[in-house]
Structure formats: structure tokens, C-alpha cells
């Protein structure tokens, strides 16, 4: 896939979303809502934005605190068998030389002779037509001659002429100069990824392009301090586990599980937040015994599937790849990919691999330290075999995201037509838990109950306060950041119509719009059991 997603602005970044295929529809919708309501801003946005990078904004981050808590909860603190840890975004030098990142850490690029727009060759669309080609041309008003050959892929009911234009262009470096073209040829192509899908311009021979990026701890740029902003953050477990091992006692199968930032100069970074520049990961390193490596490999995929079904993304729309021999890593035994239908298509939300003994074997070998295991009951000593769920959480964010947009088309009592935007999230995803509201705000003791009942909520869940506008309007606005609960104190709360319903508000659900009278007493333990 590739697209004009290389210019650095938010308005390249989502060009491609932006045709009239629904599904296309829909993803802007979402990129709209997710502006419009502050879960995701493009970063430095007053100067243009930076392609690849993005700042979550107030109910964003919230989202993925809540991702990233549920995750640690579940990984690490529920689990008799796993421990955690926070490596540093650069380390030394030598780990990405023992890792092979820094020789092999690469994809193969292609740049537009005409635009100078830059892909990943493996991701240029095959196409077919009509190759018009061009072995150099001449500018009269200065004698200068290219011999430079260039050449323009017409699609179907293409005309020349609009390929000899673009050849100008070419030749004439942009100016506006007359630019004589030599020997034209056509041919027809099949399938070729020689040439830029959306202009038709002949594409440079792939190269390597490295993309981890590169700065230098200290005061001088010299090749001795080179180091480079983590690609993933695997490594820091690895040439740790010796500590970790003798400081949590731990004793075979167990994990070590970690949450960070991680960096890669994506050639062409695309899919809104799918695929960034500066990313997390939620990563664990599983050790154990060889001969348990493989079945450790699908309890974790099977650990993994239930995880995503409790956050919300339900099984059916999980796709389990079982990458073939010759497609995997050549040191991983056993690798799954689970995929996602996202709107602009099926892509990749983790990987669960059995990575063998290759990492700490790698970091052994070029450290020359040690960072085996010793097994006190066989009395042996081994370098320890490894299963890696990693999984992104921006991409399972977007995921979440994108499950929970819907536009549901109502009918109010009076028979008029509505849309509703409402974001289905699972209770625990939520970024704001509960929505409370004095029925008016013009009546102080209305006004001082809803916030007596916001101050004891807000020590256990996120909870947002609203007095402004009709209720109706109110409980919308919650819809469309999706918060599962609004609480709602009107005259019945204070006693106004009798003792009867005195301490109780009305609790209304999100996804059903049902309402129900419960007591003061009772609320905070009712949201409590849902969202936890």
C-alpha cells in the first residue's frame, strides 16, 4: 500500500482514507470524531505536523492508560509466573551489533524520480499498461542534455501526451522551460513495481534503507558514541535476565513483561496511528525449557485471543495467521500473527513467537558474560528457550477505537428520525467511566448532590461532570466519547416529590439507553463491578 502519506502533514497522512469506499467512510469518520473529541491529535499540528508522529490528547491517553493497566494487570499481577521491567529507550551500542539490528535492521526503499515521494519497494502495487519511455532529453535555451532515461506507466485509457508532460516535468527539474524529449518507445507491462501508483512515474532500483534512528550520548557526534533510539524493546529484557533472574528468584517457565516506547524511521508510515515513527509496545519474554517452547507458544496464543476478547475486540474479527516455514524469522521455530479487520483493511495487532534460544545466545556470544540457567533439580545448566507475545498499543488503541464507532439511526417518541454517534467501548476501556449531571444547573441543591457524587466516584474511576444544555444533549456528548454510565440527580434525589425515591438518581447505559432508579449508597459499587 502507499500513498501520498509520505508528505509530512495531517492532511497527506489521511488522504488515502479519504475515497468513497464505506469502509474508507467510515475511517474518516473516525479520524474526524477522534480530532473532534481529543483522543488524537496530529503532533506539532501549528507547524504542519511531523509524518509518523502523534500526541493523544485528554480522553486518548486515558484510553490507553486503561489498555496498558488491563494489560499489566492481567500479564503481570494476576501471575504467580511473571515479573516486570522498564529498560532505557538507548542503551549501549553493542547490543544492537549483538542483536543484529544494526547490520540487518532494514527494509528496501524506492523514491518517485518525478515527486521524490519514498516507499517500501515490497508494498509498491503491481501494475499494468502501457511503459512510455524516454532515453534523455534537451534544454534549448541553455544547450543542457540529460541522458538520464525516464519512463511513465499510462493506465488504462491513457494518453501519451500526459506521459511526455510528466517527462517535461521530469527533464525540466519542475522549471518552466521548453524541454525537447528524446527517443520515445513504448512497451506493455504486466504486474511490474517499477513505477509510483499514483502518477505513473518510473520508481529508483530498490536500496537498503536502516530504520532505527540514530543520535549520539554526549557532547561530541563521533562514530565512537553512536547510539540509536530503541527499535523494539525485547532487547533490554534480554541483556538483563541474568539480573532479573537472581533478584526475583524465579524459577523456569517464567516472564518478563514490559511496557515502552519504542522507534523505527518507517519509510512510509501510513494508516493513520497504525503504523508510526514513535510507537509503544506491550512485550513479554516467556523462558523456558526446549522441549516446552512450542506448546508455550499456542497457551500463549489462546492467553492472548482471551485478552483481546476481554477489552472488547471479539474473537471473530481476530485473524490467527501461522506463519510458514521460510516466511518466519530463520531463528523462530513457531510464529503467529493475529490480525485485526480494520477498516482500511486486515493488519497486524501482535505477534506470538517462539524465538528459540537465539536472543540470549546472540547476547552470551558477543558479551562473553553469562546468561544461562541453571536447574537445580537436573542439576544442569542451559541458555533458556523463549515465546514473545508483543503487541503495539496504538494499534490495538485504533482497534479499539474503530470496534467501537457506531451510528446507530433512532426514532424519538415523536417519530423523528436522529442519528447517534456512540463508541461501544468495554467498561474497562473507557476512558471516562461515568458521566454526572445535575438535572438543571440553576438549582443549587441539584448542583451540590451531583458533585457530592462526583468527589466519592473520582478516587476509583475517571469520572467527567456536565451542567451544560438540554440532558438529552448531554448523555450524546458522553455517547460519542463512550462512557458506559451517566448519573443523572433530578428533584426525586433531594426529596422534592417525596420520600419515596430520596437518595437515588437515575443510571442510564450507554448501549441500550435504558434507565434505572438506584440508591446513592449502591452507585459506587454497581460501576465498580462493571468496570473493573
Given at each position: ?56 490528547g485528554p480522553l486518548g491517553v486515558e484510553l490507553k492508560k486503561n489498555l496498558k493497566d488491563f494489560w499489566w494487570r492481567r500479564n503481570v499481577r494476576e501471575r504467580d509466573d511473571m515479573v516486570g521491567m522498564d529498560g532505557s529507550i538507548i542503551m549501549n551500542r553493542a547490543v544492537w551489533k549483538a542483536s543484529g539490528h544494526e547490520e540487518t535492521f532494514s527494509d528496501p526503499m524506492v523514491d518517485c524520480l518525478l515527486t521524490k515521494q519514498r516507499f517500501r519497494a515490497d508494498q509498491v ?394 440508591a446513592i449508597s449502591d452507585l459506587r459499587q454497581i460501576l465498580l463491578d462493571a468496570i473493573l
Amino acid at each position: 500500500m502507499n500513498s501520498l502519506l509520505s508528505l509530512p502533514s495531517e492532511k497527506a497522512n489521511l488522504y488515502q482514507l479519504m475515497s468513497k469506499d464505506p469502509k474508507s467512510e467510515r475511517m474518516e469518520k473516525i479520524v474526524s470524531l477522534c480530532k473532534r473529541r481529543g483522543f488524537i491529535f496530529q503532533s506539532s499540528e501549528i507547524y504542519g505536523g511531523l509524518n509518523g508522529f502523534w500526541d493523544y490528547g485528554p480522553l486518548g491517553v486515558e484510553l490507553k492508560k486503561n489498555l496498558k493497566d488491563f494489560w499489566w494487570r492481567r500479564n503481570v499481577r494476576e501471575r504467580d509466573d511473571m515479573v516486570g521491567m522498564d529498560g532505557s529507550i538507548i542503551m549501549n551500542r553493542a547490543v544492537w551489533k549483538a542483536s543484529g539490528h544494526e547490520e540487518t535492521f532494514s527494509d528496501p526503499m524506492v523514491d518517485c524520480l518525478l515527486t521524490k515521494q519514498r516507499f517500501r519497494a515490497d508494498q509498491v502495487e503491481p501494475q499494468s499498461g502501457q511503459a512510455v519511455w524516454f532515453s534523455g532529453a534537451v534544454i534549448p535555451h541553455t544547450g543542457t542534455k540529460s541522458e538520464k532515461p525516464f519512463a511513465v506507466l499510462l493506465g488504462k485509457g491513457g494518453h501519451i501526451e500526459s506521459a511526455r508532460k510528466l517527462a517535461r516535468q521530469f527533464y525540466g527539474q519542475g522549471a518552466d522551460v521548453e524541454v525537447v524529449l528524446l527517443d520515445e518507445r513504448t512497451e506493455e507491462v504486466v504486474d511490474s513495481t517499477r513505477f509510483n501508483p499514483e502518477n505513473g512515474s518510473l520508481l529508483t532500483e530498490p536500496r537498503d534503507f536502516n530504520l532505527m534512528f540514530k543520535s549520539h550520548a554526549g557532547p561530541l557526534e563521533s562514530e565512537d558514541n553512536k547510539v540509536y533510539l530503541r527499535p523494539e524493546t525485547a532487547q533490554a529484557i534480554f541483556v538483563q535476565f541474568r539480573n532479573v533472574l537472581e533478584t526475583s528468584r524465579k524459577k523456569l517457565p517464567f516472564g518478563i513483561a514490559q511496557i515502552g516506547k519504542a522507534f523505527r524511521n518507517e519509510i512510509n508510515p501510513r494508516n493513520y496511528t497504525f503504523r508510526s515513527r514513535e510507537f509503544e509496545q506491550m512485550e513479554i519474554e516467556y523462558f523456558c525449557h526446549a522441549e516446552d517452547g512450542l506448546a508455550l507458544t499456542d497457551y500463549w496464543l489462546e492467553q492472548r485471543l482471551k485478552f483481546y476478547e476481554d477489552i472488547g475486540l471479539p474473537r471473530e474479527k481476530i485473524h490467527v495467521v501461522d506463519i510458514p516455514d521460510g516466511d518466519r524469522a530463520f531463528y523462530s521455530k513457531k510464529t503467529y500473527d493475529l490480525e485485526y479487520e480494520f477498516p482500511f483493511g486486515i493488519s497486524e495487532l501482535e505477534g506470538v513467537a517462539y524465538r528459540t534460544d537465539y536472543d540470549l545466545s546472540k547476547h552470551i556470544e558477543h558479551s562473553g558474560k553469562p546468561l544461562d540457567y541453571y536447574d537445580e533439580e537436573k542439576k544442569v545448566k542451559f541458555v533458556p528457550h523463549v515465546v514473545e507475545p508483543s503487541a503495539g498499543v496504538d494499534r490495538t488503541t485504533l482497534a479499539l477505537i474503530c470496534e467501537a464507532y457506531e451510528e446507530e439511526n433512532l426514532t424519538d417518541e415523536k417519530g423523528k428520525a436522529d442519528v447517534r454517534t456512540v463508541l461501544h467501548f468495554h467498561p474497562r476501556m473507557a476512558p471516562v467511566k461515568c458521566g454526572v449531571f445535575p438535572l438543571l444547573k440553576n438549582k443549587p441543591e441539584l448542583v451540590q448532590k451531583a458533585r457530592e457524587i462526583v468527589e466519592s466516584l473520582r478516587p476509583f474511576m475517571m469520572v467527567q461532570y456536565d451542567e451544560a444544555g438540554a440532558i438529552g444533549r448531554r448523555y450524546r456528548r458522553q455517547d460519542e466519547i463512550g462512557t458506559p454510565f451517566c448519573v443523572t440527580v433530578d428533584f426525586d434525589t433531594v426529596g422534592e416529590n417525596g420520600p419515596e425515591k430520596a437518595g437515588t438518581v437515575t443510571l442510564r447505559h450507554r448501549d441500550s439507553m435504558q434507565q434505572e432508579r438506584v440508591a446513592i449508597s449502591d452507585l459506587r459499587q454497581i460501576l465498580l463491578d462493571a468496570i473493573l
